[in-house]
T-cell receptor, first 114, second 111 residues
C-alpha cells in the first residue's frame, strides 16, 4: 500500500507569510507525528496525534505553530508569520499507535524562508 | 532537546567491512529504534528493540541494548555501497510515544 505522503515537497516563501504543510498518513494508522529536521537542531519532535485524544503539543517551538488532524486521517501543520529560523525539513510519520510499533516517515517538506 | 548522542558522527569504510555505530541516551525508555536516512529522503525504520531485550538481528543488522549503561549499538556486517546513509537511533519513553532522536552517524561505504 501507499506510504506516508507529504506535500508540497518543497516550499519557498517570504518571511512573514503563512504556510501550510500537509501529511497523508498510512491508512489505518491511528498515530501521527510531526518532526522538524534542521542542521543546527537535528531531529526535533513537534506534535503527536493519537486517535481521538487531545494532541501532545509539547514540542511546538512557538505559538506561531499549530496543527490539526481532520477525521483522524490527514494532518496539516500551519506556521504563521514565518521567520528565517523556521527553515527546515518538516517530516511527518504515522504508526499503528498500539504497542511497540515502528514509525513510517514521509519524505518531508523542505521549507525555505527568504 | 535530543535524548542522546551517537558515536561516531561520521564513519568511512570499505565495502565488505563491518560498521558499528553507538548510541547513548539519558532517561529510562520503553524501546529504542534505529532508522536510516538517505540524502533528501525520509527516515526508514530498521529495527525496534524493547527495553527488556538485549539483542536483535535483522538480516545483516545486529542491534544490542544495555539499559544499565543506557546505550545501544548497531552493527552492519559485510557492508555495501548502498548502505551509505545517515543512521539515527531514537528512543520512546512508552509504547507509541513520540521519538527522541540522536544526532546521527553519517556512514560512507566505499566500493
Amino acid at each position: 500500500g501507499a506510504g506516508v505522503s507529504q506535500s508540497p515537497s518543497n516550499k519557498v516563501t517570504e518571511k512573514g507569510k503563512d504556510v501550510e504543510l500537509r501529511c497523508d498518513p498510512i491508512s489505518g494508522h491511528t498515530a501521527l507525528y510531526w518532526y522538524r529536521q534542521s542542521l543546527g537542531q537535528g531531529l526535533e519532535f513537534l506534535i503527536y496525534f493519537q486517535g481521538n485524544s487531545a494532541p501532545d503539543k509539547s514540542g511546538l517551538p512557538s505559538d506561531r505553530f499549530s496543527a490539526e488532524r481532520t477525521g483522524g486521517s490527514v494532518s496539516t501543520l500551519t506556521i504563521q508569520r514565518t521567520q528565517q529560523e523556521d527553515s527546515a525539513v518538516y517530516l511527518c510519520a504515522s504508526s499503528l499507535g498500539q504497542g511497540n510499533q515502528p514509525q513510517h516517515f514521509g519524505d518531508g517538506t523542505r521549507l525555505s524562508i527568504l | 532537546s535530543q535524548q542522546g548522542e551517537e558515536d561516531p558522527q561520521a564513519l568511512s569504510i570499505q565495502e565488505g567491512e563491518n560498521a558499528t555505530m553507538n548510541c547513548s541516551y539519558k532517561t529510562s525508555i520503553n524501546n529504542l529504534q534505529w532508522y536510516r536516512q538517505n540524502s533528501g529522503r525520509g527516515l526508514v525504520h530498521l529495527i525496534l528493540i524493547r527495553s527488556n531485550e538485549r539483542e536483535k538481528h535483522s538480516g545483516r543488522l545486529r542491534v544490542t541494548l544495555d539499559t544499565s549503561k543506557k546505550s545501544s549499538s548497531l552493527l552492519i556486517t559485510a557492508s555495501r555501497a548502498a548502505d551509505t546513509a545517515s543512521y539515527f537511533c531514537a528512543t520512546a519513553l512508552w509504547a507509541g510515544n513520540m521519538l527522541t532522536f540522536g544526532g546521527g552517524t553519517r556512514l560512507m561505504v566505499k566500493p
